[in-house]
């Protein structure tokens, strides 16, 4: 394809790449991946753990409405009552057989809010009464599974699965752990998987003598078929027992990394290894901040052992049980050589709910609570990841299995907030931290769009008493705007509405958190759009120093939003061609060279966009390109150098630029109506062409609606 004649009306383009000439220092952590807990993400995700509601605190959650989760003591979230051949009994949740004696409790909180704290603490189990045994009463866990459409929900977003939906397969076992107690109780519990209609679909695991104790029990499952299936835990006397904290997660072999950087799903965490992150910001965006004072997210009540772990109903409307949470994703971003960058809330809830709290500081108490629960879990944060063992919470870090420092350089406090509260919170905190660690680098926030009021209004100040921090940046834009945007951050462009210009002389520097095309649900001709904008990112990374895609991860049939790095849903995934674009464009060099436009005659062809680098120690040059044209093109590559490279491109092209890797929303595996030739197919996928030796002139295609690296290796 490269050498070929191309046609006459196309006409040739003409690129000079200058290979002395070098220009900024590109960004080291440029290129980075955000993790936020939404689209069903985490839970019913990229946690391997597969039962839903594991620990039955779906029950009585405060302030969703009222049909979100389960209000009644005798439904149970995500599970099905069992009775087999005509048994008969109850089963009910209850809170006064508590798992964990005491939980620690971290936070002392706002005794003047509207909720009761001790909600927070509250256990619930499962007490079994089995008046009949017949073959069989108890409860079963239907996983995560997702409605026929999400507009049957409505405005619930969470999902009461009541069909079989454990996406288990042949031949593979399963580690069950589950607590049980029994009252008095002769018979056993037995446990096992079935499909739809019933048919066992495992062996069976039976647990006999309870305990009049909580006791841990476990065991492996081997499913038969490949087929969604459901887990059915049935007692076989009458009498009374009590069931907590139920877990299943496929054996090693199915876990990134065989389990040993936690309990992860491969594939996911195959696909975001493959994108090189060089940092990752977790686990939220707005969930970090939370909907309203419950909701937020308190760090310390995610680590420890996974049942004394508290989870929460998240900003994003489901549960979030913390079975993965901080600790887990430092071990994730440590794993895939990503720089951690957590965020905390400061005590100002999420500003799209209308700053439905915001901590009190009008008196001493206020102040001091304040200190005691945001300001030290920023401090005691950076000593959970940095400290030494013989810190209190470097020896936390050591105790669950992780003694060498994790190396946390950023911090971000906020998201996309503004106004006199946030700034006076935030004011605490920085002050706090830099007293104590003067070296971390604070994330502050412009708000949520790239321009207006708020923006200017963060700025300012930002200018005024923050100027070392980075600047979070979000904007969701159409493909116009990020094809008109190539030089927002240029030396000499205005920075929003003030006539100030993005100046290096100062230490601020821009962290593009979150940015997509919302409108197009991953139609390839975001790709072009974005892939083009992202190139300017480089080209200014002496500005920009980091930058990711938002969000990253969708579970079909939960789409809060329309634009998702990678689709998934119980068995396998989707990469969107952008995610493609952000793979191809992970690896560059580490100096730009002096950036030429591509001319068509005397004229710029305005609608190429390229991006020069080499690596300095190799001598790689990196030409990353985007042609958003339905035209190809043929390009004459002029070098000022007599050196000799081997030459390939790599690249995706589509003449139909409409085209969605992931397919319609509702096309999933465990669909009721999944066609008999459900697959994972992309249609637009990267391919590698050779181009053979070349030296100081040679073209190459740039193929139609293109986006790709001409790699010229010495």
Not at 317 to 344: C, H, K, N, R
Not at 552 to 566: A, E, M, Q, R
Request: charged share 25%; with cysteine.
């Amino acid at each position: 394809m490269v050498f070929e004649p191309i046609s006459a009306q196309t006409g040739t383009r003409h690129l000079s790449i200058d290979t002395k000439t070098l220009g900024i220092e590109i960004s080291p952590t440029l290129s980075g991946i955000f993790f936020e807990d939404i689209n069903q993400s985490l839970d019913g995700g990229i946690c391997a753990q597969m039962i839903q509601n594991n620990s039955f605190q779906a029950y009585n959650v405060p302030d969703g409405p009222a049909n979100e989760f389960s209000q009644s003591d005798t439904i149970f979230f995500g599970w099905t009552i069992v009775s087999k051949d005509g048994a008969v009994g109850q089963a009910h949740a209850v809170s006064d057989h508590p798992l964990v004696p005491k939980f620690e409790r971290y936070y002392d909180y706002d005794p003047n809010d509207k909720y009761d704290d001790e909600q927070r603490y509250v256990q619930y189990c499962v007490r079994f009464d089995i008046e009949k045994a017949g073959a069989g009463y108890g409860i079963a866990a239907n996983g995560y599974g997702i409605a026929p459409s999400s507009r049957d929900r409505g405005a619930i977003y969470s999902n009461n699965t009541q069909r079989p939906s454990l996406a288990v397969e042949a031949d593979v076992s399963y580690d069950l752990g589950l607590y049980l107690q029994g009252e008095k109780y002769k018979g056993k519990v037995s446990v096992w998987l079935e499909d739809i209609d019933g048919n066992i679909n495992s062996n069976v695991i039976q647990l006999p003598k309870l305990k009049d104790a909580w006791k841990k029990y476990t065991g492996k499952l081997k499913a038969l078929r490949t087929k969604d299936s459901r887990m059915v835990i049935a007692g076989d006397k009458e009498g009374t027992f009590f069931l907590d904290f139920v877990t299943l997660l496929p054996e090693a072999s199915k876990l990134w990394n065989n389990g040993k950087n936690g309990p992860l799903r491969k594939d996911m965490m195959e696909a975001l290894a493959a994108l090189n992150p060089k940092f990752m910001r977790f686990p939220g965006g707005c969930a970090s901040e939370g909907p309203n004072y419950f909701g937020q997210v308190f760090w310390k009540n995610s680590i420890g052992k996974p049942e004394e772990r508290l989870g929460f109903r998240n900003h994003w409307g489901y549960w979030t049980s913390q079975y993965v949470d901080f600790y887990e994703y430092f071990l994730m971003a440590e794993a895939l050589g990503a720089t951690p960058l957590p965020v905390l809330n400061n005590g100002v809830t999420c500003q799209f709910v209308r700053h439905s709290y915001i901590a009190p500081l009008e008196t001493e108490a206020d102040r001091q609570r304040f200190h005691d629960i945001f300001v030290k879990d920023a401090l005691d944060l950076i000593e959970f990841c940095n400290g030494d063992i013989t810190t209190k919470w470097g020896k936390m870090r050591a105790d669950m299995g992780h003694p060498a420092p994790f190396n946390l350089k950023y911090l971000g406090m906020g998201n996309e907030n503004q106004g006199k509260e946030f700034w006076e919170r935030f004011d605490i905190m920085y002050k706090a931290i830099k007293a104590q660690y003067p070296d971390i680098i604070i994330i502050s926030t412009a708000g949520a769009r790239e321009a207006g009021r708020e923006f200017d209004n963060n700025y300012a100040e930002i200018d005024e008493k923050y100027p070392d921090t980075y600047v979070d940046e979000h904007y969701y834009k159409g493909d116009d705007w990020f094809l008109s945007q190539g030089s927002r951050y240029a030396p000499d462009s205005k920075r929003g509405g003030q006539g100030l210009t993005y100046d290096r002389s100062r230490p601020t520097r821009v962290f593009v958190g979150e940015f997509a095309n919302n409108n197009t649900n991953n139609a390839y001709r975001s790709t072009l759009a974005e892939a083009a904008y992202w190139l300017s990112l480089e080209r200014n990374s002496d500005m920009v120093v980091m930058a990711a895609y938002a969000p990253l991860f969708c579970k079909k049939g939960y789409n809060k939003w329309n634009s998702n790095l990678i689709w998934f849903d119980n068995r396998g995934l989707w990469r969107t061609t952008n995610y493609y674009y952000q793979k191809l464009f992970s690896i560059g060099g580490n100096r730009a060279l002096k950036y030429q436009e591509v001319l068509n005659g005397s004229e710029v062809d305005g609608s190429i966009y390229t991006s020069p680098t080499i690596d300095t120690k190799t001598g790689t040059i990196y030409l990353k390109f985007v042609n958003a044209e339905a035209k190809d093109k043929l390009i004459n590559v002029s070098l000022n150098t007599t050196d000799s490279y081997t030459a390939e491109i790599e690249f995706m092209t589509a003449h139909d630029t409409n085209i969605k890797n992931q397919g319609d929303q509702n096309y999933y595996s465990s669909h009721p109506d999944a066609p008999a030739d459900f697959n994972y197919s992309e249609a637009i996928t990267p391919k590698t062409e050779f181009l053979g030796t070349v030296q100081s002139s040679f073209t190459f295609t740039m193929p139609e609606n293109s986006v790709g690296v001409l790699r010229l290796k010495k």
